[in-house]
């Protein structure tokens, strides 16, 4: 039965079903927008049934909203297991979104495995157009510690614990991923210019100023991911050892996810 793979455009899901695809799976990539993504199908998360015909194994972006869809229809469907991809800020529980999703993904009657991943690596891709626009990065906090995973690796364990099934240790288990390094973003930078060459400028900006320059649809999110990263200066974070326990090989370093994507500052 094939593996359904969902938010097609992503580049973790696109990952994950090229790795399936390779270990010789019949995968069903599935997209909002199927148009954008080669032989994908439809993905309404209001009505997620068509897409789960004949299913057994599905990998999931976490999304509230949709999560009580899903799970009604993966049960009709008679889904195995689901690998939801969701966040390690749900680790603080309470009204995380991506908790409340945990939550309700978890309720069905098939194997779950959350992957819990903190900040990617490509968050930097966002960084690329200000730094050619103007020459500077202008974040809040660049002092703040995080260890940013590359995406392949979130997708790499994805796949394991796909290929793995449901009955093999994974199931019920929340999974929190991190890169090999702690580091600053003002450290991510350097690195931007020491690999590149580009002439970048890192602006630290104050939390007003970020909310002038940062904004974003729910005001709310934005709150907590600046008490997020005003918590996070000068304390490094703990490093997770779950990507190469679960793949045999050790994280991928952020100096690895540039010369894996060229061109992006230069």
Not at 28 to 44: G, H, L, N
Not at 117 to 141: D, K, V
Not at 181 to 198: D, K, N, P, V
Request: glycine residues 8%.
């Amino acid at each position: 039965m094939p593996i359904l793979v969902t938010g097609g455009r992503g580049k973790i899901a696109r990952a994950v079903a090229a790795g399936l695809t390779a270990s010789g799976h019949d995968v069903r990539v599935a997209s909002r927008e199927p148009s954008s993504v080669p032989s994908a199908v439809e993905y309404d998360p209001a009505n997620p049934a068509p897409a789960l015909r004949d299913i057994s194994q599905v990998f999931l972006y976490a999304d509230p909203a949709s999560a009580p869809a899903f799970v009604a229809a993966a049960e009709a469907a008679g889904v195995k297991q689901v690998v939801l991809l969701s966040s390690m800020a749900s680790q603080a529980g309470g009204d995380d979104p991506h908790s409340a999703t945990e939550r309700v993904i978890s309720s069905g009657s098939y194997a779950t495995t959350c992957l819990q991943p903190g900040a990617f690596m490509s968050n930097a891709m966002f960084w690329s157009y200000q730094a050619h626009a103007t020459g500077q990065i202008r974040l809040p906090y660049l002092d703040a510690e995080e260890a940013p995973i590359h995406e392949q690796d979130i997708a790499d364990v994805a796949i394991r614990v796909l290929l793995d099934g449901p009955g093999n240790g994974h199931d019920g288990r929340e999974y929190v991923l991190t890169g090999p390094e702690s580091m600053t973003r003002r450290r991510q930078i350097e690195l931007i210019t020491e690999i590149t060459g580009a002439r970048i400028e890192p602006v630290d900006l104050t939390p007003d100023q970020a909310r002038a320059e940062m904004p974003m649809r729910n005001p709310a999110q934005l709150e907590a991911l600046l008490a997020y990263w005003a918590s996070r200066v000068g304390i490094p974070q703990p490093i997770e050892p779950t990507v190469e326990l679960l793949t045999s090989h050790p994280g991928r370093t952020f100096t690895t996810w540039l010369t894996d994507n060229p061109g992006l500052f230069s």
